[in-house]
């Protein structure tokens, strides 16, 4: 039987590239892979996943500004200067939503992909280190 795994290495997706696929599309991740292997087989496939990527990221700005600069402002406890990786920024907002940061659940994927691609460290997996 074929796990999640299996087919996320046949499909010449990233994971993180089948999440956003699977978050644009509102469908479970194994569905994201098969679909994300009939994109890539199209012209303009991978222009298709790059707009779903984006548009995931521009989501996750929405909360940020939304939820995020009701606590961090460039004044008051600023993330510019923060370099965090994916897995990093996950622990961040776990704790911040422990502490009463109110971050619907819905909305926790693409702000971390946001968070992840804007303070993410340069060279790292999920973090180009643009902002």
């Not at 796990?3 to 696929?21: H, P």
């Amino acid at each position: 039987m074929l796990r999640f795994e299996d087919c996320l290495a046949l499909c010449g997706l990233t994971e993180d590239e089948v999440q956003a696929i699977a978050q644009h599309e509102h469908v479970p991740e194994i569905a994201a892979v098969e679909f994300g292997n009939y994109l890539v087989q199209t012209p303009d496939g991978e222009l298709l996943i790059n707009a779903m990527i984006r548009d995931d990221i521009d989501e996750g700005a929405k909360t940020y500004k939304e939820v995020c600069t009701q606590c961090h402002t460039a004044k008051v406890r600023p993330l510019d200067k923060k370099q965090l990786t994916k897995e990093q920024w996950r622990q961040a907002v776990a704790k911040m939503v422990d502490l009463g940061a109110e971050v619907p659940k819905d909305k926790i994927p693409a702000l971390l992909d946001y968070l992840a691609s804007t303070h993410g460290p340069a060279g790292a997996a999920g973090g180009d280190g643009k902002k």
